[in-house]
């Protein structure tokens, strides 16, 4: 191997991103007593894990000893609009209870029972109540147990530190990853014989979303660089309840337990709408009144589910056509209420960082008063496209899992379904990870030339003298996103957007860094904007060829689901691992679900 | 609305100064949307540290008006009228501008030794919600590390870092002492290795801890309590005596590593 020219390590799996599912496959690498290395560009403990708020769903029954694995499993599906990889549903569904109860041996403090054990509680499209919860901070619950397990098994975690780009071996095997140290600008290399991606989502290319500055896409576009696919690109979660007001928090989550625990939504004209957006496929297992709704909170068999907990997709559609048909509120969104149904006790103990966060950003005691809420970007249900049971891509060596991965939540996903894909494929990517590298497969040889590429690219704005601020190419993607590819779409912003992105690859193209190399938010966001930009044209491409309505990708011009398009995946690929490449979009066939669970989805209807 | 002035601190460990930026605010902004806005227009390198914009992550404490606070939650109003200064936490060494090198906090993560679970029961274990909310109290920490920051014993130390945990790591001991499943004793070592005896209990950590966690009162003067009663229990005294020396290591002070 050629002496590296830069501060170089090497691990027998390098994990990039240390959320959930990152710390869960660093922890069963770890557990193999294989060499185990973390990169992740915040402090380790930062992740967009910390800000999950309602639960983990998992079908444990300790709430109602009705659930099991084939209820959550139909629920998935349902929720997902069937276009869902079945098998990854179906792990998930079967897994997830004893990822939650390991949870505990490693320190977490779950909400309990009166029996003592894990409280479950309810959430929209779960048929019961399903999410192991801490108040309102299982996110932060669930990265904290996870961090200090890593943390006490002696785990390598290089914090600070961004990933640039994937490194091939000869025969184009995954070998490890190029980095930039952001305390010191340093670039820094890692050869590794297997690799996990664990690099969460793409919410920040839009202008309202409740994701932070991490959510740049950086793993789907590195996967998608190096030879992996990505599919269901177009498939993104608008939250139904996100703050409006403050401007300057518009896009902030409120979480859905708070519907969960008996919150409602209410338009301008204090009407309680969502039971005139019961859809067919929903109907039979929704209240029709509010008095049929309202029992079922303490009762499930007193009375059908209300319809403020329909899966978010739904929800969020409603809550757009109230405000475009003028019953918003004055700050464009609709109300939300818990405080005039519920104790201010409750609400305190229930949802205690709901209570602070509207109380001290937006002045609001939600005890008293009904919040402001509208849809914000939230979640990308599209990504890499990997094996079920193992998380594998289409490059050898090289590994999915998360928010990343595509598959697993379809075209829509439930809330406490994402905390719960965490644990169930980062541990099953940490175990295939192992396995590859224990049976000798890895790389041979470490593609320098690659190194050389993205290190020259990284810094090639500082000499680039008199081109554009970074901060102004992100603000104008996302108010471009954000107005062309957002929760309803049409078929000519869509062919817009799809124009916007070639503008935009040049502007990165000529962009300009000022100042040094240490810790520098504008050359960090200068490197961030090649990924934005390359999920984006995904994102974009998938919503011009889906031509249909299907969970979270909506197009006015085609506003019904097609059972032709239900079929399959629209699958990406990019020529020659540029990040300005061609991209070719192509049908990719939903795998043939087994009679078995076929017949569990009829069965449940 | 008025323009402000911010006062904001710019430089590395080699030195550095004040920079004033004059510029618009809106309504309802907090000091971070304001950090933002320089850094999008006129100071594209001005280097802070920040994620979830929320509250929920502990990343963006820097100490505005010479106080730790996190920049996501000051609200702009809530100040007094007049330049804002901002300032990066003074008991960390700088990186650069609003960032600090806080590493300290997690090599003291990584001295603290695991819970230690009995075996797990098949359908997991039982435990009752009045003995998991003394724990839950202290898990809400979101690791701002402001108590750190504020935390005299070594704020105006640096010598004494070596020898003391500091409030954040207090309550991890706390959590941990009082978690229903943890078989493990870490009294002696959390006096001996993690400085317990240095904190005299002023409560500025309780003060500035976004999250109103009770540091003081819940979990560190419980924590002297109980390290009193094994400090003070005659077997544990004879075994000392017998030793004869300070325990430098976890396993050295009684701890058992985790499975």
Redesign the interface.
Known sequence: MTTSPYEHHEYDVLIIGAGGAGLRAAIEAKQRGLSVGIVTKSLLGKAHTVMAEGGIAAAMGNVYADDNWMVHFRDTMRGGKMLNNYRMAELHAKESPDRVRELEQWGALFDRTKDGKILQRDFGGHRYARLAHVGDRTGLELIRTLQQKVVSMGTDVFMECKVLQLVHDASGRVAGAVAYWRPTGEFVTFAAKAVVLATGGVGKSWKFTSNSWESTGDGHAMALWAGAELIDMECIQFHPTGMVWPLSVRGLLVTEGVRGDGGVLRNADGERFMFNYVADMFRAETAESEEEADKWYDDHSAGRRPPELLPRDEVARAINTEVKSGRGTPHGGVYLDIGSRRSAEFIRRRLPSMYHQFMELAGVDITREAMEIGPTCHYIMGGVKVDADTAATKVLGLYAAGEVAGGMHGANRLGGNSLSDLVVFGRRAGVAASDYVEGGSGPDGFDWGEVEAAVDRAIAPFSNEGGENPYDIQRDLQEMMQANVGIIRTGDEIDHAISELETFTQRVKNLSVKGGRAYNPGWNLATDLPSMITVSKCTARGARDRKESRGGHTREDFPKASAEYGTFNLAHTIDNGAWDGVITTERSMLLTMPDELKALLEEAK | MADVTMRVWRG?AGGGDFEEYTIAQ?????VL?VIHRI???EA????????????????CAAEINGKPRLMC?T?MDDLPEGPVTVTPMKTFPI???L?T??SFN?AM??R?P??L?PP?PAD??????ED?ER??EF?????CFMCQDVCHVIRDHEENKQYYAGPRFFIRYAE?EM?P?DQNDRREYVREEMGLGYCNITKCCTEVCPEHIKITDNAIIALKERVVDATYDPVAWLGRKIRRRTKRTATEAGVQP?P
Request: with cysteine; glycine share 8%; aromatic share 6%.
């Open positions: 590395d809106n309504e309802g902004e907090v949307d850094q999008a227009t594209p390198d001005l280097a802070c540290r920040w994620n979830c914009k929320a509250g929920k992550c502990g990343s939650m609200r990186i650069r501008d960032v090198d806080v997690f993560a990584e603290v695991a819970l679970p797990m997991g274990y039982r435990m009752y919600q998991v724990g839950q898990r809400k920490c979101i690791e941990l978690h499943l985790a």
